[in-house]
């Protein structure tokens, strides 16, 4: 029987700003990445999120973003291996304190956005954020886009990785995500979406943009918490899912 876990971007609202459902997307996933200031969130709205994950017993993960608050990290930024251990280390640092107070624990680590792309890639930058993540809790899941170079360096190091897809996103033959820029990109019909993320998880591959299909495994599948149904979507991906047959459980466990 297939196991996959469901996570999702939650903790992305800051100040005066709300941003997403989390409530309603909570009880239908898995883990949740929680934003740790750099491209969204605050010391609440931090501190908010733990707790609601806490209370439907979702693992925890720090989403860390390149600086960029004004860009929602979507921007590319050309920054050094140190400084990429660096902001790394201290934005799980920030989101375990939370964890701590709430007797609870950073479960898993992602990037975000430009940063995620970026070390999907590279495989410096990956080996830098991999580094970061093991110095702080070699037994942290780091968790990257499938067969990409930061779950490589991840593994490289001994650290348990998790392979990602995407539910609501294309793919490029080589598979890389759509650029963003791109028409069609982003998968607005749910049904499509949620059809993608089946055929990932019981099949192991997936159509890509060009035509054709190539093969995927992943461990794990994003539900993009900003999307305006994302509440509806969780629940009708978790369903789906394991209306075939998978098991809908944490990559952490």
Known sequence: ??????????????????????????????????????????????????????????AIGAHISLPDLQGFGRREMKIPANDAYALTLYQIGALAAFAHAADTHVAHVKPHGALYNMAAKDAELADAIARAVRDFDAQIVLVGLAASELPRAGRA????????????????????????????????????????????????????????????????????????????????????????????AKSSE
């Open 157 to 248: 190091l001994g650290l348990r990785v998790a392979h990602e897809a995407f539910a609501d996103r294309r793919y490029e033959a080589d598979g890389s995500l759509t650029p963003r820029g791109v028409d069609g990109a982003v998968i607005e019909d749910a049904d499509a979406a949620v059809a993608q993320a089946v055929q990932i998880a019981t099949r192991g591959n997936v159509d890509i943009r060009t035509g054709g299909t190539r093969e995927l495994c992943a461990d794990t599948i994003c539900v993009h918490g900003d999307r305006p149904d994302a509440a509806l979507f969780a629940r009708r991906l978790h369903d789906a899912l394991i209306a075939t047959g998978v098991t809908v």
């Open 1 to 58: 029987m297939a196991k996959m876990d469901l996570n999702c971007d939650l903790g992305e609202s800051f100040g005066a700003w709300t941003m997403g459902d989390d409530a309603g997307v909570m009880p239908w996933i898995t883990s949740a990445n929680i934003a740790c200031g750099f491209h969204a969130g605050d010391f609440s709205t931090m501190r908010k999120t733990v707790l609601l994950a806490k209370q439907h017993d979702v």
